[in-house]
T-cell receptor, first 113, second 113 residues
């Protein structure tokens, strides 16, 4: 079965420092991986996706993610964190059969000034 | 336009009431989704419509009844809900196919009293 794991409930980082939010996946076949962000009392916003090709994917708001097939990981990164990046982040994988996304448990990112 | 709209933003209803949630998108997407989300948890898929036909029902209780009147609109009819049904209800849409991201609306905050 397709699944993703986010091993950290919360990540704390100082403003201006690089940030990483971790995600590992388990899929049969080629993975279709996504990152979403959710601000309080809002819907989810799409950040980026990996379908095929270059292992470094660039997305919205300066975020990028690195796909690593050998480690089955898809970590979200940003070179310099902003206080406004503080939010709930979800990694997700597309289920091959059926039009479904399977989400990780989510990681709260707190950026302190 | 990458916007999914949902009405109402907030809804309070008693356990004997009948109400409806509405979702609309004008991106030409032929897949639409209903999710339920509890605080700080990942969204839980409820229903998927593909080309205006119900393609996935994740064993949702019959007190939730989806409807897709046309390719732009998605409704969720509510009847005889329970307090544990209180949650954020999210609508999403996407192009059909594994590589396409879903676009989410802002959600309806439902409280069942």
């Amino acid at each position: 079965a397709q699944s993703v794991a986010q091993p950290e409930d919360q990540v704390n980082v100082a403003e201006g420092n690089p940030l990483t939010v971790k995600c590992t996946y388990s899929v049969s076949g080629n993975p279709y991986l996504f990152w979403y962000v959710q601000y309080p009392n809002r819907g989810l916003q799409f950040l980026l996706k990996y379908i095929t090709g270059d292992n470094l994917v660039k997305g919205s708001y300066g975020f990028e993610a690195e796909f690593n097939k050998s480690q089955t990981s898809f970590h979200l990164k940003k070179p310099s964190a902003l206080v406004s990046d503080s939010a709930l982040y979800f990694c997700a994988v597309r289920v091959v059969y059926g039009n479904k996304l399977v989400f990780g448990a989510g990681t709260i990112l707190r950026v302190k000034s | 336009d990458t916007e999914v709209t949902q009405t109402p933003k907030h809804l309070v209803m008693g356990m004997t009431n009948k109400k409806s949630l509405k979702c609309e998108q004008h991106m030409g997407h032929r897949a639409m989704y209903w999710y339920k989300q509890k605080a700080k948890k990942p969204p839980e898929l409820m229903f998927v419509y593909s080309y205006e036909k119900l393609s996935i029902n994740e064993s949702v209780p019959s007190r939730f009844s989806p409807e897709c009147p046309n390719s732009s609109l998605l409704n969720l009819h509510l009847h005889a809900l329970q307090p544990e049904d209180s949650a954020l209800y999210l609508c999403a849409s996407s192009q059909t196919g594994l590589s396409y991201e879903q676009y989410f609306g802002p959600g309806t905050r439902l409280t069942v009293t």
